[in-house]
């Protein structure tokens, strides 16, 4: 009773009790609860004084929650500080539910003293333990993977890894953790010596990665240790994208780029590059240098100056300069125009290649031309009539670097676009040209083969017009009558171009209401034979056309070969024969387009056309939607017109019918008053969906009247004969009644959408 002074009365009373309570117990049993009873009895009890207990697996125990944790704390001591959870039921004879319950309950009550790894009940105890046992192994070992230590003590890996740096931190390890290893003081001690040796005796660049294959050490530790001798001043230098860098190779590196400057003017990047030096811009920059950035160099100012001055000179005596004579032949050109627009008389003159000359210096150079373009245009019609270009060895190229006239259209559509001539002018005649230039003669140019190719590049389409002219003004003075020949020509094939363009947008539309409910087969059938009809009609007439008016043009005699035949149905052989007189540049496209043809690939015929139509001096241009509606609309007046012709036909009447149909839905197909092209335009406007079953229903009985009729009398079933007789009998009164119908409607009424009553 700890100290509490109690009278002898009271004492005396206690020991009464006692006597009492043994006597009692030693009596030998009067009644006893059932188990039942018992368990209600405690039911009772815990639901009266709201008792909280917990049942053990077997049903037969009690227990209270503190209790439990008591015997998870006692299990756990037993365990030495570490226990797994899935052991705890069967040695608690407690669900799991309870026990990670009351688990939860004592890690938040004691952070620091319990954790949960990984299903793993472990305390402090057993941590200590942890840490007094690695910190022997690294006195002994002086490294330790933390993976070796992960993989042995059954621990995550990132948990430990944190654990490993609060036991340095708090002293309990003595050593230091870099990357995945931990080293003992003295390992890392030793490291450091061989980290500052080794770095005190680098002159040069050296990266990270191998000063560590060469010391033989982890790299995340020779990265930490030199960082560390870096801060503590015991070496002089820094780290910079994986390289050690020693103070003294950056002196050197100063003192290298300030003497290539200073008796050069200029310090290309490329340079910098090789005395390591990774970001050249910015590395100037903190130099203060006065001068301007080029994309490959960066360059004094001083040279600018000097530059202007040359170039000044130049414009004002109408000749040229030669950048690359004042300045490093590895600028390239982007260094060249970015130079020039730090000099100001540059403004006054035009570059080309690495040279820079006044607008008087071309002018000059064209000027003197102008005799050597008329003898070319004479070499040119005299070759011609032997079947070639004058001096022509390839097809004339087109320089990526020569000028863009304005005015001119690229793609040949303009209305001021002069169609291009095949004159043989390539790349290499034009040079020539230029070097009989009393200009570039005068300057004793005329063998730098460097500085004309240049100026041929730039000159190219100006030279090229020069001749064209000059040729055109020649030829003018030789044949007067080719002009209106080649007029009537250009409007030809301009209806033709038309045609072709309709017809191809016709056939992408058909093939796209096909696919929607014809089969493949059937599908494929009907483009097959609208293409072989094109290719056979519009493509070779087409391309007639082009063959013919490219060889009056170039003033080849083609009467002998014609004979008085109309081009658009001029026979294979005597296309063949008028290839062979076309200019050679013109032969590819030409061949190109015949191979088409014969592929039967009208699509890819017209596109070969559009894209190619400039060199092949075509000047037709695409419908714009203006003029397709107006051809449209002009095409329907002809069919109705022919509707309401009185001598017109059953056969007739449907085809010019369908016909307005097609082009009312867009489609503009010229296909011939035929029954096979009837029954076509039939299958397609069924699907359509927009022409009267009446009128296709003619057409099917067209078909079978001419199907009957072809078999002898004596052979045609009753059926057919029937069929026959009532055709004949009705026909003329169907077709007035069509007729009459007709010229009743409005003009502006479409006769598919009135065939209904028919």
Known sequence: YMGLQIDQGIMDELEELQRQLMAVQNEPEGHKFSERNIVELMEKIIEKEHLELLHSMNGKEYLTAEHLGAEIISELRKAGGRLNTIELPKLLDVSAEHIHKQMDLLIKKDKRKYHLINDALVSTLYLDTLASDIANHLSERGEIATSELSTNYDLPLDYLTIKLGEWIDQNKIKGKLHGRIIYNDMYVLREKSKVRGYARGTTRPVSLSQAAADLKMEEDLFKSLIEELITQGEFKGKTQAGLLLPTCFEKSQKKIVSSFFEQNQYVPYSFLSKIMIHKPKEYINSLNLVGVHLSTAFVYEGLLSQIDSHICNAISSDTHIDLHLHLPQSFTEEDLKMLLEHCPSSSKGIPF??????????????ASLKETATKYSANVEEA??????AGAKKADPSPSSKKKKKGKNDDG???NEE?????????EIVVAELAKCSKVQKEGLQEDEEFLTALAEHLYSDIRELYEEAYKAYHKSKSPSVKMTIHEMEGEIQKEFEKLQIAVRSLDLIEKLLGEGVSAEENKKIMNT???HLVKKQGNSFMNYCVVQQLIYSGVNIKEIIKGKQVPTLLPIDKDKLLKLI?????????ALNELITGKDIRGFFKHITDNKSQMAISAKLLDKKAEKTLKGTLVKT???CIGNESEDLKSLLFNALCVSWIENGIVINLPNEMWAIEMMARVSRQLGKVDSGLLDMVDKLKSYGEYNKIDKEERTEAQLAFLKDYDETIEDKIKEIKALYKT???EQSLTNSISHF
């Open 413 to 415: 559509d303009s209305d």
């Open 745 to 747: 409607l409005p003009k």
């Open 530 to 532: 609208l293409t072989t």
């Open 384 to 389: 011609k009539k032997h079947g070639g270009a």
């Open 583 to 591: 200019p050679k540049t013109l032969i590819p496209f030409y061949n």
């Open 353 to 366: 290649s690495h040279y820079l000359a006044g607008t008087k210096y071309f002018e000059a150079c064209l």
């Open 419 to 427: 169609k291009k001539l095949d004159l043989g002018l390539s790349h």
């Open 639 to 641: 069919h109705l017109d």
